[in-house]
């Protein structure tokens, strides 16, 4: 930046440190526009950007959230879409936003921050000076194309979400809860009928209502450069002083002071039906209003008391509900901030003949509640563990202090005096010395004595169908009134703003900018030290193996210390799970579900469940117990602390606890079963997740977790445990304990502590606890961490015999897909560093196969696999109304590009660079991110220390000959028939059209029902099940997946709204 004569015309607010977290925040604000800027200090390699508009709007039209797409289309000064994304993708950067109710905010997170104040003046005059073209809204919000159907970016995202359940009640609970007047009530994302009818000029009109430096805050969380920062901002304002007037001392705070909603009068229970074949659970939704958000000390009582209320399997909502009366799988409780908070809960599978007597019931227990003391040993307990997680997440969470802060700024007083609430928990040595009359009469004033909304979400078959005839008839009207004439117009009208939209950008423009230098990204340094069969890894001569070497030996359990200076120990044990058996790998779920939450044995007496709880929330922050995926290996378990340092020794006592001295209960396995089961019929209508399911059975051997976990298998499995259990619940306890078994034991453990090793006491023997366990070989030698294409089976090994699947589900609206081909198997292929650059380039923003499939409204999106070692590629098509032909256009893209028809672009190849140097500053954002990323390359992937370092220098000097050798020996295999088998999802009524094209691209082809799937894992139902099966097949009683309990890490990231 040139040095500026002015100095930027910023007023420092305020500033002061965190005293829970080392974090210093600074506030400013522009003397010229008012404009808020907002720093949270933090060391990492991590910038991250909010930049947020408070948004309020009276209608469903969807304004706020198109204009959100737009933004991206380009500016005054920068008239190309595109530009801005791939500007940011050379400098270390993602752009991303969403839209809620009450606002919008930009996203840029980069690493370090020399790119991020590259891109960010770019991205602002975007923001306050977007060219919101009449083309741009053709594509990106919504048009008929020329076959007569609607289509558009934002459309097509609507029409995936506006029949769900979860928004058909959220909005008409809004629409009770508001009058029309207040903005609260409206869907911002916009609604179908309204998207279709929205013009560009309502949209200029809002941006040019609401997107004011008066109203916009720039919320930055990582090591910023205050000063640049400032000169940035300032020289910002100079540049768009001329377009829009930068003070507007007539600006009204939308939400602040507009009308503010009236106190609900009585309470309403209404029913929302909501699509659905399967008929058997449904949902609800509770409502109250609650203290203005900026009464900290209320709402922090607030969040205590639902803590106390729906905190965990021993609070009183959901001991009762969920374990012991077992009337719905969940209930979850939460409040949004605003002038009037609204606290909501939310009991989810619940028995779709039930919903009205659960709500009673939920009703009935707050009255009970209130009704009679409370118990404030555990409210102590709440309020003590509440202080606890503040202070952990406020060191690790990177959404931590933006979400706080940005809700300051949508309804907190613009002087700082709310925003100062953060410097201190003052709040809880406040409610600390509440009595309990005061906590009674808080729960009596907003919940159990206040009038409410509430919603019944009903599953109904013939809303499925009499929607879908609704649409088809509509969309069959508009055709025949069209005509052919009419229908070439239209078509017409879109190829010239596709034309229009798609302008290249000159070679010279992205020129302009440098790509910035890495050494501003600092990353996060760990130490290792190793102790006991972890030392068979290699020696390290650091600072902290003196500290581990010093200290008193123990058994050899294998133990990896990650030297961090944190004020937590986050515990990490690995098992692993190549010894047990196939038939018990279905049981892993329950058991995961089970493990916390189960009586156990100590010092010979029974303890329940419920101390169990109690007592792991007082000694501890947090716990879970999770498939392995998250430390690099997806057929291993992780059983997972974070406490304080002092606690480490009760922390490993629990371990001994819960590993060996647990009691399998039939209640409580039963309990956890009927969770389960409630939970499939939702797991069961993803479209993206089925169809993974399905490619994940073809593939892979039933021995792996991955095969094991799916709601497919569950499906069958667990409702035939269920009766098993009742009939002989002796044979069920003993594989229990057979799985337990099999899973602890010596060779299977490897421990990764994360900690300022320092401040542990005794580090190494304190482990002697666990592994002086009678029946523990420590002699044994540790096993092998399995790799991932060892799990492959036959068809796996070599994909392409079976071709295609297509299973119709009318579940869905739209399609999706996974094609699956042969890749690589380890992370020493000299192809690797090509791979990954060639991975990155096609699935850029706005790289090749964004403007070929996003662009031509042929998908929300596609992705690969990066699952190196795993021996298979994947391409995975996202809510398509088409996925065989997103599939067929991507296949065209990469051939031309593998072939050198189409040259590779050198901004591209750069991006593609950067994003994997941005990927690498991910894993490794926070101190225990970094801890965990040393763990996963040199224990699971057994590779070097210094390999991400390494492969980042190699990516850098990857030829464009290499990446097109990548793109045609790995990528293009997964277009070919056989060499790849494709799976696809769909709407019933895209089933023809489908099954058509892919085998017109020489895919065999079959169509099955998803129930074609299901696996019982040989268990097998009694003599009476069939009558049952059937029953329940008509009926489908059903349940849910295990996301929390075993993550795939293959979530679809992508541009969304809230
Ligand atoms: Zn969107």
């Known amino acids: 930046m040139p040095s500026q004569v002015q100095k930027p015309r910023f007023r420092k607010v305020q500033s002061f440190t965190t005293n829970y977290a080392p974090t210093v925040i600074t506030q400013y604000e522009s003397e010229r526009s008012g404009m808020q800027v907002i720093v949270a200090d933090r060391k990492g390699p991590k910038i991250n950007g909010y930049f947020t508009l408070v948004t309020e709007i009276f209608d469903d039209s969807g304004a706020p959230h198109t204009l959100e797409h737009l933004i991206f289309m380009g500016s005054k000064n920068y008239q190309y879409k595109g530009l801005l994304d791939k ?6 950067s993602q ?4 839209t809620a109710v009450d606002h919008t905010a930009y996203t840029l997170e980069t690493a370090g921050w020399d790119g991020f104040a590259q891109i960010l003046p770019v991205y602002l005059e975007h923001v306050i000076l977007p060219n919101i073209t009449d083309e741009a809204c053709v594509t990106e919000v919504h048009h008929v194309d020329g076959e007569g159907n609607d289509a558009g970016v934002v459309y097509s995202e609507m029409q995936a979400l506006q029949y769900s359940s979860s928004e058909l009640m959220d909005l008409r609970a809004r629409r009770l809860l508001y009058p029309e007047n207040v903005g609260f009530r409206y869907e911002t994302g916009g609604m179908m009928e309204a998207l279709r009818v929205l013009t560009p000029e309502r949209i200029r009109e809002f941006h040019k209502a609401m997107y004011k430096p008066r109203n916009m805050a720039i919320v930055v969380v990582g090591e910023a450069d205050h000063q640049n920062l400032l000169e940035i901002l300032d020289e910002f304002e100079d540049s768009i002083k001329d377009d829009i007037p930068l003070s507007d001392p007539e600006f009204k705070r939308p939400f602040i002071d507009s009308p503010q909603p009236p106190a609900l009068e009585k309470t309403i229970v209404e029913t929302v039906e909501f699509p659905e074949e399967d008929e058997s659970t449904g949902e609800i939704l509770v409502a109250f209003f609650g203290p203005d958000c900026n009464e900290n000390t209320v709402m922090t009582a607030i969040e205590i008391l639902l803590t106390y209320l729906c905190g965990s399997s ?20 939460w409040w949004d901030a605003r002038p009037n908070s609204v606290i909501w809960f939310q009991p989810a599978g619940v028995d779709a003949d039930k919903l009205a007597f659960v709500e009673q019931r939920l009703i009935s227990l707050l009255k009970e509640v209130a009704s009679k003391p409370l118990d404030m040993a555990y409210m102590k307990e709440c309020i003590q563990r509440d202080r606890r997680q503040i202070k952990f997440q406020a060191e690790g969470s990177e959404g931590f202090y933006s979400n706080l802060i940005i809700t300051d700024y949508l309804f907190g007083k613009r002087d700082g005096s709310t925003l100062a609430d953060l410097q201190n928990l003052k709040a809880f040595d406040v409610i600390e010395k509440w009595t309990d009359e005061d906590w009674r009469s808080l729960l009596r004033k907003w919940l159990s004595d206040a009038p409410h909304v509430s919603i019944l979400g009903k599953p109904s078959m013939k809303l499925a169908t009499s929607l879908k005839e609704a649409e088809e008839a509509r969309v069959a009207k508009r055709k025949t009134e069209l005509g052919e004439e009419g229908l070439k117009k239209l078509k017409e009208t879109l190829d010239k703003a596709k034309d229009q939209n798609e302008k290249p950008i000159p070679a010279g423009v992205l020129d302009q900018w440098p790509v910035p230098d890495t050494s501003s990204i600092h990353f996060i340094e760990s130490e290792t030290a190793r102790s006991g069969k972890a030392r068979s890894l290699g020696g390290c001569t650091n600072q902290a193996q003196k500290i581990i070497d010093a200290a008193p030996e123990g058994l050899p359990l294998f133990i990896q210390f990650e030297h961090v200076p944190t004020n937590f120990v986050h515990l990490t044990l690995h098992v692993g799970t190549s010894e047990t058996l196939a038939k018990y790998k279905p049981l892993l779920p329950l058991f995961a579900d089970n493990f916390y939450n189960t009586p156990v044995m100590r010092d ?95 593939h892979m051997r039933p021995e792996s977790n991955l095969v094991a976990r799916r709601t497919l298998v569950k499906a069958v499995y667990l409702k035939r445990l269920k009766k098993l259990l009742e009939k002989d619940p002796e ?33 190494v023997a304190a482990w002697d606890a666990l592994t002086s366990t009678p029946g523990l070989d420590t002699t044994k030698e540790i096993q092998p961490v399995t790799r991932p294409w060892a799990m492959l089976n ?121 994003g994997i140097v941005l990927a690498v500053a991910d894993e490794q954002a926070t101190m225990s991110f970094a801890a965990q990323q040393n763990f996963v390359i040199g224990v699971i992937r057994g590779l070097e220390s210094d390999w991400s370092r390494k492969i980042l220098e190699r990516v850098r000097h990857v030829t464009h000959d290499e990446i097109r050798a990548a793109m045609t020996e790995i990528v293009l295999p997964v277009f070919e028939p056989g060499k790849s088998n494709v799976v696809v999802t769909c709407a019933p009524i895209m089933e023809e059209n489908i099954v058509k094209s892919l085998s017109a691209m020489g895919y065999k082809t079959q169509v099955q ?9 040989g268990l097998e139902g009694d003599e009476d099940e069939d009558g049952d099966e059937d029953e329940d097949d008509d009926d489908e009683e059903d349940m849910e997946d295990y996301d929390e309990n075993m993550d795939t890490g293959d979530e679809d990231d992508m541009d969304d709204m809230e």
């Open 731 to 763: 044979t069920v306890l003993s594989w229990f304990d057979g799985l337990r078994r099999s899973l602890f034991t010596f060779q299977n453990m490897r421990v990764l502590v994360t900690a300022d090793v320092a401040k542990l006491p005794d580090p």
């Open 95 to 98: 752009t991303n936003a969403w």
């Open 87 to 92: 500007l940011a993708g050379r400098a270390y």
């Open 1009 to 1017: 029902p998803l129930s074609h799937f299901y696996d019982s894992y």
């Open 314 to 333: 021993v609070s009183v909502i959901e001991n009762v509900i969920v374990e012991k009366e077992q009337l719905a799988s969940s209930v979850t409780a």
């Open 604 to 698: 010979g007496k029974r303890m329940e469940f419920e101390d169990v709880v109690k007592q792991l929330e007082t000694d501890t922050i947090s716990y879970q117990i999770n498939g392995a995926g998250r430390v690099g290996d997806y057929e291993g378990m992780a059983i997972q602390f974070q406490v304080e340092p002092e606690k480490y020794s009760t922390m490993i006592s629990w371990l001994r606890t819960l590993m060996f001295d647990t009691v399998f209960d039939p209640i409580r396995i039963k309990a956890a079963i009927v969770k389960a089961l409630a939970d499939i019929p939702e797991a069961k209508r993803d479209g993206r997740a089925m169809a993974q399911e399905i490619d994940t059975g073809l």
């Open 794 to 914: 036959e068809e796996g090994n070599s994909p392409g015999s079976v071709g295609s699947i297509i299973v119709p589900m009318t579940t869905l609206d739209s399609s999706y897909s996974y094609s699956t081909a042969s890749g690589l198997r380890s992370f020493a292929d000299p192809r690797l560093p090509a791979f990954l650059v060639a991975i990155g380039y096609l699935e850029a923003v706005e790289g090749p196969l964004w403007n070929a499939v996003r662009g031509n409204g042929l998908a929300y999106g596609v992705s690969f696999s990066r699952d190196i070692d795993g021996g298979y590629i994947q391409f995975r098509v996202y809510r398509s109304p088409d996925a065989s032909k997103a599939i067929e256009v991507s296949r065209a893209t990469v051939a031309k590009l593998a072939s050198g028809e189409e040259p590779l672009d050198k901004h591209l190849v750069e991006g593609s660079v950067s």
